[in-house]
């Protein structure tokens, strides 16, 4: 069964410093999307892209995060400068399209110390 | 805007004994409604959905959940627990008309128990 990639799973930085998460979405699915998860919560969307195109970042930080997907297939979320705040799980998901179901990776769990 | 609300923190519920999770919806328009589990240290694995049709969803695991309009809930059953089944289930809502972006909102978890 086809699966949703994230790496790296766990990634400790010290606040200040800047990270990167990488996600390769399921082949043929041409919306991606980038959710927080703080522990305890449910996941919160960050940024949805459809195709290499960002169809909403409203709830993105954007003075210190930002996402690319250049060539509308796999996407990369970076946080410069991380904040203690930041400390959560970055989930990507990925859907055939805009009214499928959408399917999750396994999560990349941020520590900021 | 769209809410979801689960109302119970946690379940307890004994290995064999028939197991529900709560969950109710808030939207403008015709929800679609999906439920996801998550185990410890994981992402969140699809289960089931609701988008048209008949009331009575079934998904993986044994899982099923019946679609109630007038009291807009959404809940999860079990007719018998596993221990295996312990774990952080997530409700989620779309609001099909009035979301073009297909954005999910989630309500706050319910860790179910299992207990042997």
């Known amino acids: 069964e086809a699966e949703v990639a994230q790496s790296p799973r766990y990634k400790i930085t010290e606040k200040s410093q800047a990270v990167a998460f990488w996600c390769d979405p399921i082949?043929?699915?041409?919306?991606l999307y980038w959710y927080r998860q703080i522990l305890g919560q449910g996941p919160e969307l960050l940024v949805q892209f459809q195709d290499e195109s960002v169809v909403d970042d409203s709830q993105l930080p954007k003075d210190r995060f930002s996402a690319e997907r250049l060539k509308g297939v796999d996407s990369t979320l970076k946080i410069q400068p991380a904040e203690l705040g930041d400390s959560a799980m970055y989930l990507c998901?990925?859907?055939?399209?805009?009214?499928?179901?959408?399917?999750f990776g396994e999560g990349s769990w941020l520590t900021v110390v | 805007a769209q809410s979801v609300a689960q109302p119970e923190d946690q379940v307890n519920v004994a290995e064999g004994n028939p197991l529900t999770v709560k969950c109710t919806y808030s939207v403008s328009g015709n929800p679609y409604l999906f439920w996801y589990v998550q185990y410890p240290n994981r992402g969140l694995q699809f289960l089931l959905k609701y988008i048209t049709g008949d009331n009575l969803v079934k998904g993986s695991y044994g899982f099923e959940a019946e679609f109630n309009k007038s009291q807009t809930s959404f809940h999860l059953k079990k007719p018998s627990a596993l221990v295996s089944d312990s774990a952080l289930y997530f409700c989620a809502v779309r609001d099909f008309l009035n979301n073009a972006g297909n954005m999910l909102t989630f309500g706050g978890g319910t860790r179910l128990m299992v207990k042997p």
């Open positions: 998901a990925s859907s055939r399209d805009r009214g499928n179901t959408i399917y």
């Open positions: 082949s043929g699915h041409a919306t």
